[in-house]
């Protein structure tokens, strides 16, 4: 069970394609999140969004571009990728006003570029 | 940068055991969280410690905070097949920033 959700779940492309990516949140979080797991590595934060603003962006690569239009959905569009860029993108959410740091995520999009 | 190094890396164990992790850093969090991660899913959030020194509970699962605010540990008892998965700490630096753990991938022998 989970209050976030994600599509596609998978997803191959080649370098030269477009394609979004799509984080929905049904918990009334105000804050969004992108992170990148790759294997063997931790997850890496990319974006946050607070009350659809971007407050943390983490040195990610101009081919990964976020949108935040609503405090319930976040977008990452990807375009002209390379193969490295595979890997588990997750999102997450959490509720700051609540006073409450608990983070919650997605099933994730397995991305694969060719 | 700032670390979060999680031991061990990997452990097997037989079921009924109970079930030691740690997580270490260099640096101070005020928030820790513990996350469970099965294959091709999101991680799960199992426990959420907000004070040095909290001992918090989640069925057979406690964690603690760390009173140096620089660990936490997690304690699993009697563990079960489904207890199979990655386990992962996470620490909050500033307001929205969390740092993750490399993970202990747990394998339970029935």
């Known amino acids: 069970e989970t209050g976030v959700t994600q599509t596609p779940r998978h997803l191959v492309m080649g370098m030269t394609n477009k394609k979004s990516l799509k984080c929905e949140q049904h918990?009334?979080?105000?804050?969004m999140y992108w992170y990148k797991q790759s294997a063997k590595k931790p997850l890496e934060l990319m974006f946050v969004?607070?009350?659809?603003?971007?407050?943390e962006n983490n040195s990610v690569p101009s081919r990964f571009s976020p949108e935040c239009p609503n405090s319930s959905h976040l977008f990452l569009h990807l375009h002209t990728l390379q193969p490295e860029d595979s890997a588990l993108y997750l999102c997450?959410?959490?509720?700051?006003?609540?006073?409450?740091?608990?983070?919650?995520f997605g099933p994730g999009t397995r991305l694969t570029v060719t | 940068g700032q670390q979060l190094n999680q031991s061990p890396q990997s452990m097997f164990i037989q079921e009924g055991e109970d079930v030691s992790m740690n997580c270490t850093s260099s640096?101070?969090?005020?928030?820790w969280l513990w996350y469970k991660q099965d294959p091709g899913e999101g991680p799960v959030l199992l426990i959420a410690?907000?004070?040095?020194?909290e001992l918090t509970s989640n069925g057979r699962l406690t964690a603690q905070f760390g009173i140096t605010r620089k660990d936490s540990f997690l304690n699993i008892s009697a563990s079960i097949p489904s207890d199979v998965g990655i386990y992962f700490c996470?620490?909050?630096?500033?307001?929205?920033?969390?740092?993750f753990g490399t993970g202990t991938r747990l394998k339970v022998l029935a």
């Open positions: 997450a959410s959490s509720d700051r006003d609540r006073g409450s740091y608990e983070q919650y």
């Open positions: 918990l009334g979080h105000n804050a």
């Open positions: 969004y607070s009350l659809e603003e971007r407050v």
């Open positions: 640096s101070i969090f005020n928030t």
């Open positions: 410690l907000y004070k040095a020194g």
């Open positions: 996470a620490g909050l630096t500033g307001t929205y920033k969390y740092i």
